[in-house]
């Protein structure tokens, strides 16, 4: 059963970059089948898409944040990693990773998620 | 861009039927995806590919879509139903993926 796990600091400064790796377990992250994913959930709001990438680089942005996005994908250590640099108090979320599973270019969905980890913006 | 538009909140009783709308610009011809996402936990996927349930999801949970509108039911709802769902598209237009507003679900 494929299980996912976030890993970063808790706390990060107002202008300074977040960083967060999340490491799959259960299944490979070099998948011909499978897209990466981060998705962000502000406290007590709705769910941001940010990134989805695939292992061999193809990756796609959320327009309003892509100046300050970067993803790498580890296949060595089946990790996949996210930087967001610049952050101010709007970027304090629960960050999730997830896998997204494509059965056709245009049925895309985020299936497992992992527990989520909250990134708390201050100083 | 794209939005998708869900009502807030949906109350339903015990034993009866909940029903969460998705709408959005011609929603009903794009591939809608439902998730789950009870208090502190992270979402699940419920629906995917408009009416499809993945493993061990209750058939009491479907999904339909037709329109501008795609629509999850909840049909014998139960306690645990309540919290928020999200339905989802992919939007081949701009590469990107969206989300619904988001519903709560409150069982009386």
């Known amino acids: 059963q494929l299980q996912l796990r976030e890993s970063g600091p808790g706390l990060v400064q107002p202008s300074e970059t977040l960083s967060l790796t999340c490491t799959v377990s259960?299944?490979?992250?070099?998948?011909?089948?499978?897209?990466w994913a981060w998705i962000r959930q502000p406290p007590g709001k709705g769910l941001e898409w940010i990134t989805s990438?695939?292992?061999?680089?193809?990756?796609y942005y959320n327009p309003t944040l892509k100046s300050r996005v970067t993803v790498s994908v580890d296949t060595s250590k089946n990790q996949f990693s996210l930087k967001l640099t610049s952050v101010t108090a709007a970027d304090t979320a629960v960050y999730y990773c997830a896998r997204v599973t494509y059965t056709s270019s245009w049925r895309r969905r985020f299936d497992p998620w992992g527990q989520g980890i909250l990134l708390t913006v201050s100083s | 861009s794209y939005v998708l538009t869900q009502p807030p909140s949906v109350s339903v009783a015990p034993g009866q039927t909940a029903r969460i709308a998705c709408g959005g610009n011609?929603?009903?011809?794009?591939?809608v995806h439902w998730y789950q996402q009870r208090p502190g936990q992270a979402p699940v996927l419920v629906v995917y590919?408009?009416?499809d349930r993945p493993s061990g999801i209750p058939e009491r949970f479907s999904g339909s879509s037709s329109g501008s509108t795609a629509t999850l039911t909840i049909s014998r709802v139960e306690a645990g139903d309540e919290a928020d769902y999200y339905c989802?598209?992919?939007?081949?237009?701009?590469?990107?993926?969206?989300f619904g507003t988001g519903t709560k679900v409150t069982v009386l």
């Open positions: 989802q598209v992919w939007d081949g237009t701009t590469d990107h993926y969206v």
């Open positions: 259960g299944g490979s992250i070099s998948s011909t089948d499978h897209y």
């Open positions: 990438s695939y292992y061999r680089g193809t990756t």
């Open positions: 590919d408009d009416g």
């Open positions: 011609n929603a009903g011809r794009k591939t």
